[in-house]
Structure formats: structure tokens, C-alpha cells
């Protein structure tokens, strides 16, 4: 039985998370190793506390700790304003450029023929449901310009035309783009220019 076995295996879980190779994966977990007591007791504590409580927001579909989060639940977000993402990334690219003070509904996807993806796998029927039971005045669609994200956004776009005023982030996302990519002040500036679809 190799003395690194259990190491070996931490550095390939960790080489399979987005942005970190093998190489990455093996100099962080070193690091880890070194500051076992400041970063890798209190890292792993953290996230069996995490695995343990972490849902999904049972009204837009953020990620936190409680049944509802606290996005939904501040009072001053309840001002008639619901940006649509695709998903949890995209909320939080948003909330990082602080312009949007409004509430969230994250579809957990775009439609896709090919992946056999349709309204009824995403969260498109319950943000039907939000507009007509949480007095929404406007959907602004943040969906990434992609051909997927516009043929969502042009499907919601129909199921709901008549229910409320529609709006699409404008300038400053490129086509092929995505949210969680962007800078926060081309997110920003997107989110003011919005324009109606």
C-alpha cells in the first residue's frame, strides 16, 4: 500500500474542480498540507458543514444554508424586479457588481434539443408562477449570449409577453458570452442599459 495513496487521491478530486489541472491540484493540496492546522483542519471542517446544509433556495433556486435565502427574504428586494440566470454562477457574477437591488429566479439551465432539455426540466414553470403570485412588474432576462441562452430567452419571452414588462441585459456581454466571466463593470453597465425585447 503506497505511503501517498490518500494524497494521490486528494489531488485528483481536486485536479477535477474547474480552473485547477493536476499541476494546480498538486501544488494547492502542498500547500494545504504545509498549513495543515491554519487552512487544511479549518478547510475541511468548512465544507462538511457545507456538504451537511447546503440547498438549494426553495423560491429562485440560489444556493445557501436555509430553506429560503437571504436574497429572497430582504424586504427591499421585494421592489417588482426579477433578473432571470441561468444559474447559481450567474447570480452570484451579479450580486458581485451590486447594481441589481431586485430579487432572482435561476433557471438551473437553457433549453437544449439535443440534451433533451425542455421548460419542464428548468425552472421555467415556477418563474411563471413567481410572476403571477409575487406581484412582479418587470423579468429582465440575464441569460449568457449564447444560442441556447437566446432560444430560452425567447421561449420565456413567449410565456409570459403579456403578463409583464420584459427587459434583456444590453451593451457589454459579448455574443458567446458568459455571465460569470464578465467584469463587474460590464455587468454593471449591461444591467442599465437593458432594453426591451
Given at each position: ?32 498540507i504545509r498549513k495543515r ?45 426579477l433578473c432571470v440566470v ?112
Amino acid at each position: 500500500m503506497s505511503s501517498t495513496r490518500d494524497i494521490d487521491s486528494l489531488i485528483e478530486m481536486m485536479a477535477r474542480l474547474p480552473g485547477l489541472g493536476p499541476r494546480s491540484a498538486r501544488r494547492a493540496v502542498l500547500h494545504l498540507i504545509r498549513k495543515r492546522e491554519l487552512k487544511l483542519i479549518p478547510l475541511a471542517d468548512l465544507m462538511q458543514i457545507v456538504a451537511a446544509t447546503a440547498r438549494e433556495c426553495a423560491n429562485c433556486g440560489n444556493v445557501g444554508t436555509t430553506e429560503v435565502c437571504d436574497i429572497c427574504l430582504a424586504p427591499k428586494r421585494a421592489n417588482g424586479l426579477l433578473c432571470v440566470v441561468e444559474d447559481v454562477a450567474d447570480l452570484w457574477a451579479m450580486e458581485r457588481g451590486g447594481a441589481f437591488k431586485g430579487r432572482y429566479h435561476v433557471l438551473g439551465g437553457t433549453l437544449s434539443a439535443l440534451d433533451q432539455i425542455g421548460p419542464e426540466q428548468l425552472r421555467i414553470p415556477r418563474l411563471i408562477q413567481r410572476i403571477e403570485d409575487e406581484s412582479i412588474s418587470e423579468v429582465i432576462l440575464a441569460l449568457n449570449a449564447t444560442i441556447d441562452g437566446q432560444t430560452t430567452a425567447h421561449y420565456i419571452a413567449d410565456q409570459i409577453e403579456d403578463r409583464v414588462r420584459l427587459t434583456s441585459l444590453a451593451q457589454g456581454v459579448p455574443i458567446g458570452g458568459e455571465l460569470d466571466y464578465l467584469d463587474d463593470g460590464t455587468i454593471s453597465a449591461a444591467l442599465n442599459a437593458r432594453k426591451a425585447l
